[in-house]
């Protein structure tokens, strides 16, 4: 059974670089076929899809954050990690970790089928 | 604002069914497909139902699914206490080139 795990500092300064890491257990991040992806949700409100990472290190990010976002794959060490350049207070919010699937291959049609349990983060000085 | 629209709230007694929406447009829901998930209080995100309709092993057939053009909804019949939690929809959106999801739905079983 595959689980996730997000790791990293639970206060950053703004202005500074937020950077998470996702553990995966029970799973291979290099057997292909799932797109590890990053969701934020921030305080009280709905969610907010990050972007996504394959195996061999192609990305995707949602156009609204793609200047200040970038993604690594560490196969092994069957991790993957999330980096959010000139934080300001607005990027407060608890980071999930998840596996995305892409049925039949059309990305369109992706979703995230396990998600890690989440970690709070919070731009302060 | 949420590109796709859901009511804030919704409430039913145990053993009823209820409905929740979500209305999008034809460059997300009209064209690709709807995913819903489950959110406990404090608890992360889980996968209720994937592509409009299937649920993941585990979930009870309690949860269903559907889609017709522009909007969806998530149905849940007997309802129990332990299904009280926050509802999301969410699909891929073709004119924004990301995925987006509703704002939530927060379910109370009364």
């Known amino acids: 059974q595959v689980q996730l795990q997000e790791s990293g500092p639970g206060l950053v300064k703004p202005s500074q670089t937020l950077s998470l890491t996702c553990t995966v257990s029970?799973?291979?991040?290099?057997?292909?076929?799932?797109?590890w992806s990053w969701i934020r949700q921030h305080p009280g409100k709905g969610l907010e899809w990050i972007g996504y990472?394959?195996?061999?290190?192609?990305?995707y990010y949602n156009p609204s954050l793609k200047s200040l976002v970038s993604m690594s794959v560490d196969t092994s060490k069957n991790q993957f990690s999330l980096k959010l350049s000139s934080v300001t207070a607005a990027d407060t919010a608890v980071y999930y970790c998840?596996?995305?699937?892409?049925?039949?291959?059309?990305?369109?049609?992706?979703?995230?089928?396990?998600w890690g349990k989440g970690t709070t983060v919070t731009v302060s000085s | 604002q949420s590109v796709l629209t859901q009511p804030p709230s919704a409430s039913e007694t145990p053993g009823q069914r209820v409905t929740i929406s979500c209305s999008g447009s034809?460059?997300?829901?009209?064209?690709?497909?709807i995913n819903w998930y489950q959110q406990l209080p404090g608890t992360a995100p889980k996968l209720l139902i994937y592509?409009?309709?299937q649920r993941p092993s585990g979930v009870p057939d309690r949860f269903s699914g559907s889609k017709s053009g522009t909007s969806a909804s998530l149905a849940i019949s007997g309802l129990q206490s332990e299904d009280e939690a926050d509802y999301y929809c969410?699909?891929?959106?073709?004119?924004?080139?990301?995925?987006?999801f509703g704002g939530g739905t927060k379910l109370t079983v009364l």
């Open positions: 998840a596996r995305g699937v892409v049925p039949a291959a059309i990305t369109n049609y992706y979703y995230m089928d396990v």
């Open positions: 029970g799973g291979s991040i290099s057997s292909g076929g799932y797109y």
């Open positions: 990472i394959y195996y061999s290190g192609s990305t």
């Open positions: 034809s460059s997300n829901i009209g064209s690709n497909t």
């Open positions: 592509t409009n309709n």
């Open positions: 969410a699909a891929w959106d073709d004119s924004l080139n990301a995925l987006v």
